[in-house]
Every structure is written in C-alpha cells, then in structure tokens.
Antibody
C-alpha cells in the first residue's frame, strides 16, 4: 500500500527557519515525482513544485521559486519542504503528493497534510 | 501559466439531483491532461478523474468527466450525501501544473 506520512504541525515565529517532511512507503521512492501543494486557511489548492528523487530534478512554480526549497533524502525515502525565513503569509496546510506524469498525468496519493502556523 | 476557472463557485443541490461542474482553461490543454479531485472538510484531496474522462480506482460510476481543448466538465449523475464537498480541476498541459479555485457542492 502506498503511504505518504507527513511530519506534525508546527508553530513558528516570523523569520525562523523550518523543514517539514514526507516519508513514503509502499513503492520505489526514486521512480515517481513527488511534490508539494499549499492550502491557505479556507482557500483552494496551490501547486508549489515537484522533484524527481532519482536525480533531484526540481521544478518550481515561479511564485514559489526562491521562497521555498524542495529536496529529498533517497536513503530514507523522504521528501522535504524548507523555508529559510518564514513569513506570516506562509501559514497554511502543506500536502505532499505523489505525481504520476506518465499519460494520463495526475496525483494518485496524498499525505495527510502538515499545518504550519507562523505568528509572532 | 495556465489559469483554470471553475464555475459555479458554489452549487446548491439536493441528494438525488444531477451536478454539473465546469472548468475552463485560459489556454488549450492537450487531450487528457486534466484531472479532477474531491476534498472533504479536514481531509486531503483524492483523485476522481484523470485523463479528462477516466475514473480513478474505486470511484463510483455516477462520476464522469468530459471535455477537451479549454472546456471540461465533471458530472455527478445522482448525488449521494457523501458527495457534498469541494471539487478541484488540475491541468498538466504545461508547468506549473495549476489547480482551479474550486467548486463547493453544498446541500440545498
């Protein structure tokens, strides 16, 4: 069974750094793109970017480029989303998601979400 | 980037009725590069339809997808109580793989 298990909720102050994680199981981690989706409180889904774990090829949505960093650790089948300096506007739930990019492309598995709260 | 506009924003219907949700793209999307997701309150989304018209595993046949080019439709033939949720379309025609803003399907 494919599973994506995300790290727990975080409460941070503006300017702090943060890394959240997504540990996968049930499939070969290096063979599927994995990405991150933001959902701000009461709002819709925003696609942030994806990474191919085998070679760390990464594609960001332009509005998130330079604001976050997506990475992986192949040895522990885990993907990460990282901020170097959080802003209050980063408060949201973040989902990791396994992307199928072979035709027909879609997201077939999701993590449970990580709630990030940034407040002074 | 391709902008997906979903309509209506909110759809109020009763169980047993038919629901028709629209997703319009700002640019033509290659055939089959559109998916639909359902999200219930407090839960992660789940895929319903991919390739514009293929149902994902375990999705009841009351859900169907259609469309091509810039206009796509999700139809729920006969609403069940568990279908009231928010629905999103997503395109894979070009990066970034954007979502529509969602349609909330609520009980009338």
């Amino acid at each position: 069974e494919v599973q994506l298990v995300q790290s727990g909720a975080e409460v941070k102050k503006p300017g702090e750094s943060l890394r959240i994680s997504c540990k996968v199981s049930g499939y070969r981690f290096t063979h599927y793109w994995i990405g991150w989706v933001r959902q701000m409180p009461g709002k819709g889904l925003e696609w942030m970017g994806i990474i191919y774990p085998d070679d760390s090829d990464t594609k960001y949505r332009p509005s998130f480029q330079g604001q976050v960093s997506i990475s992986v650790d192949k040895s522990i089948s885990t993907a990460y989303l990282q901020w170097s300096s959080l802003k209050a506007s980063d408060s949201a739930t973040y989902y990791c998601a396994r992307h199928i990019l072979d035709y027909p492309p879609h997201i077939d598995s999701w993590g449970q979400g990580t709630l990030v709260t940034v407040s002074s | 980037e391709i902008v997906l506009t979903q309509s209506p924003g909110t759809l109020s219907l009763s169980p047993g009725e038919r629901a028709t949700l629209s997703c319009r793209a700002s640019q033509r999307i290659s055939s089959g590069y559109l998916a639909w997701y359902q999200q219930k309150s407090g839960q992660a989304p789940r895929v319903l339809i991919y390739g514009a018209s293929s149902r994902a595993t375990g999705i009841p046949d009351r859900f169907s997808g259609s469309g091509s080019g810039t206009d796509f439709t999700l139809t729920i033939s006969r609403l069940e109580p568990e279908d009231f949720a928010v629905y999103y379309c997503q395109q894979y025609g070009s990066l970034p793989y954007t979502f529509g803003q969602g349609t909330k399907l609520e009980i009338k």
